[in-house]
């Protein structure tokens, strides 16, 4: 088989995570490349969850509810996924506590006591994990030593009594299909936010603070636990109003610094934001998208938050957004943002959402590109420092605390050139054409960026539009039927020039939103484009691979 899926499925608590990430370790070892997309719901325990592990010969960056093998830890593992399981699919379930009536009679149905052995063995239960996964790896005939091996890399406790309980399941399996190793090197498997706070250090991070919101809360994480390494603080303040305000005085004193949340916590921060506008502090915002409004479902993915983003905060000032669509994107991403928030003196915003935030992907450094670290104008001491001095592109140079031959006066109030509150009209209006006249400067350099991407057939006169995690999904779809495939990777300034030259010669234009409104759309309409069908689903769930060919197809 070049290519299978595996759904592992159980309730919140039982360490279905873990579990499909050792599976997909041990299947990026024989050489797969591989996605895995997450579902869990927003308690701690109870409840259901569960992960689809895809694996393939070829980069993929998207799952399919086809499933090959279903790995079902619980009854509602049955009841909520038989109806995906392909006609030759197995499913391995723990007869324990799956009753066998509710099985599909017409599928292979393999039954393991997997409570009985964790009894026998005086584990605990969520080991019973360990004995699934070296049955399954039985079945599709992978050689014991990858699992060995891939556990005592992963496990940091009582590896023992996992590889014990391993072997006893993988004893007790039979070998039923032969999954034969890819001849292709494995690849790091990291998600999306891990792929972003990389970028984010590579870019020079200094600082990153947050309050933790799903699905932003992974980039807090993985940052807190590598903080040393990185030579990074990370700080969890008590509120997002903390954070952004605490962020900002760190951009006063020169330091690079991001923070993360996502659309309910972002509200908190739009006071601040406006802020950074005003005083012309650089700041990069990790925004991750959920189905809202208010709370919604704060474990589930969206993409209704653009034109939120684009227009938040009050008062007019210039922004960069960048909607990364893989883990290569959003580490370029996260660089391009650092980089052009420093160098313009505004807010940056990596836009993303659950399916990126918390997808898994291989990830190959040799197709991302490395940016330099792009350091801020300084004063050159050479004149009177002016922190707001008007210049012709409206950057005016920097200087931080404590330089004693310079007052670094900010204000959010209208000011002069020296940071003095000022209600002048004259001033006023030079001030605010200042901060403005950046945005015509960004733009232009923009262009010498892939700010719009082109794939699939570029000749055929129909054409997918997408933006951010969707983009997976649109390739391979458009592969399949044939399609070109349109991504702006930069929503703003919106590259104008580059997506009119992507849309020339097309007779349809289809998009594809995990919104109810079509909020790209909405932004494209700004520039005169108009599209001719639209494809949204908006019930917090990603579109899969098989559900979106159906939908095109029609």
């Given at each position: 088989?070049?290519?299978?899926s595996l759904?592992?499925?159980?309730?919140?608590?039982d360490?279905?995570?873990?579990?499909?990430?050792?599976?997909?370790?041990?299947?990026?070892?024989?050489?797969?490349?591989?996605?895995?997309?997450?579902?869990?719901?927003?308690?701690?325990?109870?409840?259901h969850?569960f992960?689809?592990?895809?694996?393939?010969?070829?980069r993929?960056?998207?799952h399919?509810?086809?499933?090959?093998?279903?790995?079902?830890?619980?009854?509602?593992?049955?009841?909520?996924?038989?109806?995906?399981?392909?006609?030759?699919g197995?499913?391995?379930?723990?007869?324990?506590l799956v009753?066998?009536?509710?099985?599909?009679?017409?599928k292979?149905?393999?039954?393991?006591?997997?409570?009985?052995?964790?009894?026998?063995e005086?584990?605990?239960?969520?080991?019973?994990?360990s004995?699934?996964?070296g049955?399954?790896?039985?079945?599709?005939?992978?050689?014991?030593?990858n699992?060995?091996s891939?556990?005592?890399?992963?496990?940091?406790?009582?590896?023992?009594?996992?590889?014990?309980?391993?072997?006893?399941g993988?004893?007790?399996a039979?070998?039923?299909?032969?999954?034969?190793?890819?001849s292709?090197?494995?690849?790091?498997?990291?998600?999306?936010?891990?792929a972003?706070?990389?970028g984010?250090?590579?870019a020079?991070?200094?600082?990153y603070?947050?309050?933790?919101?799903?699905?932003?809360?992974?980039?807090l994480?993985?940052?807190?636990?590598n903080?040393?390494?990185?030579?990074?603080?990370?700080i969890?303040p008590?509120?997002?109003?903390?954070?952004?305000?605490?962020?900002?005085?760190?951009?006063?004193?020169?330091?690079k610094?991001?923070?993360?949340?996502?659309?309910?916590?972002?509200?908190l921060m739009?006071e601040?934001?406006?802020?950074?506008?005003?005083?012309?502090?650089?700041?990069v915002?990790?925004?991750?998208?959920?189905?809202?409004?208010?709370?919604?479902?704060?474990?589930?993915?969206?993409?209704?938050?653009?034109?939120?983003?684009?227009?938040?905060?009050?008062?007019?000032?210039?922004?960069?957004?960048?909607?990364?669509?893989?883990?290569?994107?959003?580490?370029?991403?996260?660089?391009?943002a650092?980089?052009?928030?420093?160098k313009?003196?505004i807010?940056?915003?990596?836009?993303?959402?659950?399916?990126?935030?918390?997808?898994?992907?291989?990830?190959d450094i040799?197709?991302?590109?490395?940016?330099?670290?792009?350091?801020?104008?300084i004063?050159?001491?050479?004149?009177?420092?002016?922190?707001?001095l008007?210049t012709?592109?409206?950057?005016?140079?920097?200087?931080?605390v404590?330089?004693?031959?310079?007052?670094?006066?900010?204000?959010s109030?209208e000011?002069?050139e020296?940071?003095?509150t000022t209600?002048?009209?004259s001033i006023?209006k030079l001030?605010?054409?200042?901060?403005?006249?950046?945005?015509?400067?960004?733009?232009?350099?923009?262009?010498?960026?892939?700010a719009?991407?082109?794939?699939g057939?570029?000749k055929?006169?129909?054409?997918?539009l997408?933006?951010g995690?969707?983009?997976?999904?649109?390739?391979?779809?458009?592969?399949?039927l044939?399609?070109?495939v349109i991504?702006?990777?930069?929503?703003?300034?919106?590259?104008?020039r580059?997506?009119?030259?992507?849309?020339?010669?097309?007779?349809?234009?289809?998009?594809?939103?995990?919104?109810?409104?079509?909020?790209?759309?909405?932004?494209?309409?700004?520039?005169?484009?108009?599209?001719?069908?639209?494809?949204?689903r908006?019930?917090?769930?990603?579109?899969?691979?098989?559900?979106?060919?159906?939908?095109l197809?029609?």
């Amino acid at each position: 088989m070049d290519e299978f899926s595996l759904l592992i499925a159980g309730k919140a608590g039982d360490g279905i995570d873990t579990a499909g990430f050792l599976i997909a370790h041990i299947l990026n070892k024989l050489g797969f490349r591989l996605y895995i997309y997450r579902d869990y719901p927003s308690i701690i325990r109870g409840g259901h969850t569960f992960s689809i592990i895809r694996a393939s010969k070829d980069r993929i960056y998207t799952h399919s509810n086809k499933i090959d093998f279903i790995l079902a830890l619980n009854q509602d593992s049955i009841d909520f996924h038989k109806e995906k399981i392909k006609n030759k699919g197995i499913i391995i379930f723990n007869s324990d506590l799956v009753k066998e009536d509710s099985l599909p009679d017409d599928k292979k149905c393999l039954g393991f006591s997997l409570e009985k052995i964790v009894k026998e063995e005086n584990v605990t239960l969520i080991m019973r994990n360990s004995c699934a996964i070296g049955i399954f790896c039985k079945i599709i005939g992978i050689e014991w030593e990858n699992l060995d091996s891939v556990f005592r890399k992963n496990i940091s406790k009582e590896i023992d009594l996992n590889l014990k309980l391993a072997r006893r399941g993988y004893d007790l399996a039979e070998n039923l299909v032969k999954i034969k190793a890819i001849s292709q090197e494995p690849l790091p498997l990291i998600n999306g936010s891990e792929a972003i706070g990389l970028g984010l250090v590579k870019a020079g991070l200094g600082n990153y603070i947050a309050y933790p919101m799903t699905p932003s809360s992974g980039l807090l994480h993985f940052l807190a636990a590598n903080a040393d390494d990185f030579g990074i603080k990370v700080i969890h303040p008590e509120s997002e109003i903390a954070v952004v305000l605490m962020a900002l005085g760190f951009s006063y004193t020169g330091q690079k610094t991001a923070v993360g949340t996502s659309g309910g916590g972002f509200c908190l921060m739009t006071e601040g934001l406006s802020l950074s506008g005003m005083a012309e502090l650089p700041i990069v915002f990790m925004v991750g998208q959920r189905t809202g409004p208010s709370t919604g479902l704060p474990t589930y993915t969206g993409q209704s938050e653009l034109q939120f983003i684009l227009n938040a905060g009050h008062g007019e000032f210039s922004r960069f957004v960048i909607a990364p669509g893989d883990a290569e994107e959003a580490y370029f991403a996260s660089q391009l943002a650092m980089n052009l928030a420093w160098k313009y003196q505004i807010p940056a915003f990596i836009l993303t959402d659950k399916t990126l935030n918390e997808g898994i992907y291989n990830f190959d450094i040799n197709i991302s590109k490395n940016l330099i670290e792009e350091m801020p104008i300084i004063w050159d001491k050479a004149n009177p420092y002016k922190r707001y001095l008007d210049t012709k592109n409206g950057i005016s140079p920097l200087r931080f605390v404590p330089d004693k031959d310079a007052i670094i006066k900010v204000n959010s109030y209208e000011h002069d050139e020296f940071g003095i509150t000022t209600e002048e009209a004259s001033i006023t209006k030079l001030m605010q054409e200042k901060r403005l006249r950046k945005e015509k400067y960004l733009e232009k350099e923009l262009e010498s960026y892939q700010a719009v991407k082109i794939y699939g057939n570029k000749k055929s006169k129909t054409a997918i539009l997408c933006w951010g995690s969707n983009k997976g999904v649109c390739l391979e779809v458009a592969d399949k039927l044939g399609l070109k495939v349109i991504q702006p990777l930069v929503l703003w300034p919106f590259p104008g020039r580059q997506f009119k030259n992507a849309t020339k010669g097309l007779k349809k234009i289809i998009c594809i939103e995990n919104n109810a409104t079509g909020q790209l759309e909405k932004l494209i309409k700004l520039y005169g484009f108009s599209i001719h069908k639209k494809i949204t689903r908006y019930d917090g769930r990603p579109f899969s691979l098989d559900e979106l060919e159906e939908k095109l197809k029609k």
